[in-house]
């Protein structure tokens, strides 16, 4: 028979650390799980609330919307004015003055045009 140390196997001094570091490693796992599950949560909660919102919002400016009516000209007897021109701007007219950035930059670079296009030079506002 060969004697006990020559047979494989661990000792109990082996098998206490190796518990000791599978415990450890196992409790900083566990650890982490918990943290992470908890965060995911309340990621989740704020997602959740930031989404309820956002479609509450949208559902209130989507009422504000439905609720205004066009702005109509109306007579002291209730009927509409026909009457007054709506003015219409295109692409390259200013909305507000009405009038064409090339027809200004003439007038500052050739003062002596006064408003009328130069000779030679197209037009390029669309009225």
């Not at 997602?47 to 919307?65: F, K, V």
């Not at 205004?68 to 509409?80: E, I, P």
């Not at 909305?95 to 030079?121: M, N, V």
Request: with cysteine.
């Amino acid at each position: 028979m060969p004697p006990r140390r020559a047979r494989a196997g661990f000792t109990i001094v082996e098998l206490l650390m190796a518990a000791g570091i599978f415990g450890t490693v196992s409790l900083a796992l566990l650890s982490f799980t918990s943290t992470s599950v908890r965060l995911i949560i309340r990621n989740l909660a704020t997602n959740h609330s930031h989404e309820t919102l956002r479609t509450s919002g949208q559902r209130m400016l989507a009422d504000l919307h439905n609720a205004a009516s066009r702005f109509r000209l109306v007579n002291f007897n209730g009927t509409t004015y026909t009457d007054v021109p709506v003015p219409v701007a295109t692409s390259n007219q200013d909305p507000i003055s009405g009038q064409c950035p090339q027809r200004a930059r003439e007038r500052r670079s050739f003062p002596s045009a006064r408003g009328r296009p130069l000779p030679g030079r197209r037009e390029y506002c669309r009225r």
